[in-house]
Every structure is written in structure tokens, then in C-alpha cells.
Nanobody, 126 residues
Framework: QVQLLESGGGLVQAGGSLRLSCAAS????????MGWFRQAPGKEREFVAA????????AYADAVKGRFTISRDNAKNTLYLQMNSLKPEDTAVYYC???????????????????WGQGTQVTVSS
């Protein structure tokens, strides 16, 4: 079992920055890959970024590439998402998620992930 708790969301003006955190507990943190997804009102949940267990390999959605950075601190059992140059279209609920299946690369489909946090709201005003 993995428990995930996101924090760091809020209201920010376009062009601003936020850092989301996801505190993990339960299963040993270094045994699973992790990712961030988001869901805007009326839209499907979409992939944002993901990291392998070690953090050495990452992947990003085209919409956030160059603006968002995913990282993990395995000593603190915490996943981060640094979001810069935020745009109104980044407004969504952001979810932290864990993939416990051993893989050699990250996956971007939500169905591959086993555990989800409750989400944190990010609102970007224009």
C-alpha cells in the first residue's frame, strides 16, 4: 500500500510559479515510479510528468515541457513538481500517483498507476 498526500496548490497569476509536493508513506519509496496528472473541469485526466524510481529518467507532456520539472527526494519520501511560467490553461486539479510495477521506463497512461492522492487545486489567473 502507498499513501500519497499532495500540497502546494493555490492561486497564482499567469507567468508565476508554484511548487507542488507529494508526501508518500507505506511501501518503500524507492520501489515505485511516480507521476503527476491533472484534470480540468469537463476534461479527461491527462499526463503531466513522471519519474522512474531512482529519478534518473523523466518524461513530460509536450504542453509543460520546458516549464515544469519533476523531481523526487528519496531521503524525504517526497515527489515535487516545480511549475514555472504558468498559464491559465494549466488550471486543474493536480494528482500525484505511484506505479509499483517494476519497469525500465516511465509510463504516461493513468491506467498504469496504482495509487493516487486526493489532488490539489492549481488556479492560474490571466
Amino acid at each position: 500500500q502507498v499513501q500519497l498526500l499532495e500540497s502546494g496548490g493555490g492561486l497564482v497569476q499567469a507567468g508565476g510559479s508554484l511548487r507542488l509536493s507529494c508526501a508518500a508513506s507505506g511501501r518503500t519509496f524507492t520501489t515505485y515510479a511516480m507521476g503527476w496528472f491533472r484534470q480540468a473541469p469537463g476534461k479527461e485526466r491527462e499526463f503531466v510528468a513522471a519519474s522512474t524510481r531512482s529519478g534518473s529518467n523523466t518524461a513530460y507532456a509536450d504542453a509543460v515541457k520546458g516549464r515544469f520539472t519533476i523531481s523526487r527526494d528519496n531521503a524525504k519520501n517526497t515527489l515535487y513538481l516545480q511549475m514555472n511560467s504558468l498559464k491559465p490553461e494549466d488550471t486543474a486539479v493536480y494528482y500525484c500517483t505511484a506505479d509499483v510495477v517494476p519497469r525500465t521506463r516511465v509510463v504516461i497512461t493513468p491506467g498504469a498507476y496504482d495509487y493516487w492522492g486526493q489532488g490539489t487545486q492549481v488556479t492560474v489567473s490571466s
